[in-house]
């Protein structure tokens, strides 16, 4: 019993001694780990409270699918403290030595709890609850889900001996893919903050064809932000269905190494985008806010906000910042023909040069991709090079047919409609070929 105890309040001394890494212990799982060696080293004479604490870290474990190593690594690799944010500025020489002194001694004591194991957490249960059996033990690590990229650090950590000695690895796998909520590739403002997203849409950029030169054009002026240069503030405007937004979006897995990050941002917040911007200044990783099908009402407070981000104000723009919008409309602010200035003694004065204002809006966009409606060989082109993707064996004969079949029955020729009749068609193939080899009961 004494060395459990010894145990227990080592475990707890090196999560107490915690200088900038406090907080990789302060969600559900750390929390219900601390509490579960409090209550074992203080369990009262039955025990229930060690079985009730054990089962509440035993649950946590499993809501998120992970096992306690495979937890403590991944809230290191994104924590949020002094020494991420600012060896991300700097080199890891030219921060204070007591700052990379705390961080080396906060890695050795996470170690230290890195190191107890579900098996030696569910035999302290056992003894201090006096049960017969111990608890089952949470040690289940599904495959991993990160992308490639960031597998070989985690690799490290689980075989180093000394985690000190991976502070330099850590300082690239910072600048690399960010901290904190900039470990997320793609996020979104919801109700004045910013969340990430876990699992942005897989769309590819191969996967949209038929607008190749709007593709190459947009590829072109994202590398010039990804190298560091002035870029473009981007309109992609066009006819509903030609995979503007996807191909904004495909841009997340093009450029999944290169320090990229979308922000997702809804019409109606669009008076917060100052905001966003100056929160985004000074990160050293690149942006890009993506408004879906942009447009204005008469007077509308999100009309100057996007305004003053386009043509900026006395504050100087910050170079790791875009926004690339979508619209169905090329003037953006909806115009109605009692719009249009009369002679009349209660009108504007110059009431033209406002109208003009209204209408140019979209011309403050540095470039503006347009989305002509798709034509049948384009559209059947689409259809094919998908059909391809998914593996689908059809004549082309015989592909087409169907194709210009479901176009005239549903939305239209369009990249949405092509995709929309691809998946319809893949799922119907699947299912007939199961139902095929599905013996007949006697």
């Given at each position: 019993?004494?060395?459990?105890?010894?145990?227990?309040?080592?475990?707890?001394r090196?999560a107490s001694?915690l200088?900038?890494?406090?907080?990789?212990?302060?969600g559900?799982?750390?929390?219900?780990?601390?509490?579960?060696?409090?209550?074992?080293?203080?369990?009262?004479?039955?025990?229930?409270?060690?079985l009730?604490?054990?089962?509440?870290?035993?649950?946590a474990?499993?809501?998120?699918?992970?096992?306690?190593?495979?937890?403590?690594i991944?809230?290191?690799?994104?924590d949020?403290?002094p020494?991420?944010?600012?060896?991300?500025?700097k080199?890891?020489?030219?921060?204070?030595p007591?700052?990379?002194?705390?961080?080396?001694?906060?890695l050795q004591?996470?170690?230290?709890?890195?190191?107890?194991?579900?098996d030696?957490?569910?035999?302290?249960?056992?003894?201090?609850?006096?049960?017969p059996?111990a608890?089952?033990v949470?040690?289940y690590?599904?495959?991993?889900?990160?992308?490639?990229?960031r597998?070989?650090?985690?690799a490290?950590l689980q075989?180093m001996?000394n985690?000190?000695d991976a502070?330099?690895?850590?300082?690239?796998?910072?600048?690399?893919?960010?901290i904190?909520?900039?470990?997320y590739?793609?996020?979104?403002?919801?109700?004045?903050?910013?969340?990430?997203?876990?699992?942005p849409?897989?769309?590819?950029?191969?996967?949209?064809i038929?607008y190749?030169?709007?593709?190459?054009?947009?590829?072109?002026?994202?590398?010039f932000?990804?190298?560091?240069?002035?870029?473009l503030?981007?309109?992609?405007y066009?006819?509903?269905?030609?995979?503007?937004?996807?191909?904004?979006?495909?841009?997340?897995?093009?450029?999944?190494?290169?320090?990229?990050?979308?922000?997702?941002?809804a019409k109606s917040?669009?008076?917060?985008?100052p905001?966003?911007v100056?929160?985004?200044?000074?990160?050293?990783l690149?942006?890009?806010?993506?408004?879906?099908?942009?447009?204005?009402?008469?007077d509308?407070?999100?009309?100057?906000?996007?305004?003053v981000?386009?043509?900026?104000?006395?504050?100087?723009r910050?170079?790791?910042?875009?926004?690339?919008?979508?619209?169905n409309r090329?003037h953006?602010?909806?115009?109605?023909?009692g719009?249009?200035?009369?002679?009349?003694?209660?009108?504007?004065?110059?009431?033209w040069?406002?109208?003009q204002?209204?209408?140019?809006?979209?011309?403050?966009?540095?470039?503006?991709?347009?989305?002509?409606?798709?034509?049948?060989?384009?559209?059947?082109?689409?259809v094919?090079?998908?059909?391809?993707?998914?593996?689908i064996?059809l004549?082309q004969?015989?592909?087409e047919?169907?194709?210009?079949?479901?176009?005239?029955?549903?939305?239209?020729?369009s990249?949405?409609t092509?995709?929309q009749?691809?998946?319809?068609?893949?799922a119907?193939?699947?299912?007939s070929?199961?139902t095929a080899?599905?013996?007949?009961?006697?």
């Amino acid at each position: 019993m004494k060395d459990l105890l010894a145990s227990l309040q080592f475990l707890q001394r090196q999560a107490s001694s915690l200088l900038l890494y406090q907080s990789v212990l302060t969600g559900e799982v750390g929390c219900a780990f601390l509490n579960l060696l409090q209550t074992l080293r203080h369990s009262d004479a039955e025990g229930l409270g060690c079985l009730q604490a054990y089962g509440s870290y035993f649950k946590a474990l499993a809501a998120r699918n992970q096992s306690w190593q495979d937890y403590l690594i991944t809230q290191i690799l994104s924590d949020d403290n002094p020494f991420t944010s600012q060896v991300q500025q700097k080199d890891l020489a030219k921060l204070p030595p007591a700052l990379v002194a705390a961080a080396q001694q906060d890695l050795q004591a996470l170690q230290s709890l890195y190191k107890c194991s579900g098996d030696s957490l569910s035999q302290w249960v056992q003894t201090a609850a006096e049960v017969p059996v111990a608890p089952v033990v949470w040690n289940y690590d599904p495959p991993s889900v990160v992308d490639a990229s960031r597998t070989p650090l985690r690799a490290r950590l689980q075989q180093m001996e000394n985690w000190a000695d991976a502070l330099k690895d850590l300082a690239v796998y910072y600048r690399e893919f960010g901290i904190g909520l900039f470990a997320y590739r793609a996020l979104r403002w919801q109700s004045g903050q910013l969340v990430g997203i876990p699992h942005p849409d897989p769309v590819q950029l191969v996967q949209l064809i038929g607008y190749e030169s709007q593709r190459d054009a947009l590829l072109k002026n994202t590398e010039f932000l990804l190298a560091g240069y002035p870029a473009l503030h981007v309109l992609l405007y066009g006819s509903r269905g030609s995979g503007k937004s996807s191909l904004v979006k495909g841009l997340l897995h093009e450029y999944s190494d290169r320090n990229l990050r979308l922000i997702e941002v809804a019409k109606s917040d669009l008076k917060d985008l100052p905001a966003i911007v100056e929160q985004l200044r000074g990160v050293p990783l690149k942006f890009i806010i993506f408004v879906d099908d942009l447009s204005f009402e008469e007077d509308d407070d999100a009309f100057k906000a996007l305004k003053v981000v386009l043509e900026g104000n006395l504050t100087a723009r910050p170079q790791n910042v875009v926004v690339y919008a979508t619209s169905n409309r090329r003037h953006l602010i909806r115009e109605f023909f009692g719009d249009r200035p009369r002679p009349s003694a209660n009108e504007e004065v110059h009431a033209w040069d406002t109208m003009q204002e209204k209408l140019s809006f979209s011309d403050r966009f540095g470039l503006t991709l347009t989305f002509e409606p798709a034509d049948q060989p384009t559209y059947l082109k689409i259809v094919s090079q998908l059909a391809k993707i998914a593996g689908i064996s059809l004549s082309q004969e015989d592909l087409e047919y169907r194709a210009l079949q479901w176009a005239t029955r549903h939305n239209g020729r369009s990249g949405r409609t092509a995709r929309q009749f691809v998946d319809f068609l893949q799922a119907d193939m699947a299912l007939s070929s199961q139902t095929a080899t599905i013996p007949v009961s006697e």
